[in-house]
């Protein structure tokens, strides 16, 4: 049995009436798609209403801690999951954005003081990423997207 990987919850957590928000970035946009699209149908299966997922686009995942912080500053939802797709280049870019947004948005959850669920993916390769939103042929991995929708349901329920 493979060690690695989320655990069941201990519980089946009931999301009617949490309100959510989504926010990711344009880039890489066949695997946001697809992430996006996990989370949503995992939430929706826990009972999370349609009407209660707010979405919204940045440019890139650079962007995501300035949104983040702008549509959740004012209390309106219960948990956050900001959406980036990072696919390392020919260039150190892909390494300064991956640890700056990191860090930003776990600190965020210190000034925003809702659960923020950590939606990016930080890939070597193409195949890497697609991989984790199910999208390769294999089917090698499942749609990390419905992990981060079970996580933000049993957090905005438990805390
Ligand atoms: O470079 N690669 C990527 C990227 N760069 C853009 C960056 O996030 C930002 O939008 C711009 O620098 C403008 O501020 N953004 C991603 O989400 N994934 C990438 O793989």
């Not at 949490?18 to 880039?27: E, G, N, T």
């Not at 776990?106 to 991989?131: D, H, K, Y």
């Amino acid at each position: 049995m493979a060690v690695k990987g989320l655990g069941q919850p201990d519980k089946k957590y009931d999301g009617t009436g949490i309100k959510v928000c989504i926010v990711h970035a344009r880039w890489n946009r066949q695997v946001i798609d697809a992430l996006v699209k996990g989370a949503i149908d995992k939430m929706l299966s826990l009972g999370v209403k349609e009407e209660d997922i707010f979405v919204e686009t940045v440019p890139g995942s650079f962007e995501l801690p300035f949104a983040t912080k702008k549509l959740c500053e004012n209390g309106k939802f219960n948990v956050v999951i900001p959406i980036g797709v990072l696919i390392k280049g020919s260039t150190m870019h892909f390494e300064y954005i991956s640890d700056a947004t990191t860090q930003a948005l776990m600190r965020l959850q210190e000034s925003i003081n809702i659960p923020v669920i950590f939606g990016l993916l930080t890939c070597l390769t193409e195949e890497q990423a697609l991989a984790r939103a199910g999208l390769d042929e294999a089917k090698s991995m499942h749609n990390h997207g419905e992990d981060w929708g079970a996580a933000a349901v049993e957090m905005a329920v438990k805390f």
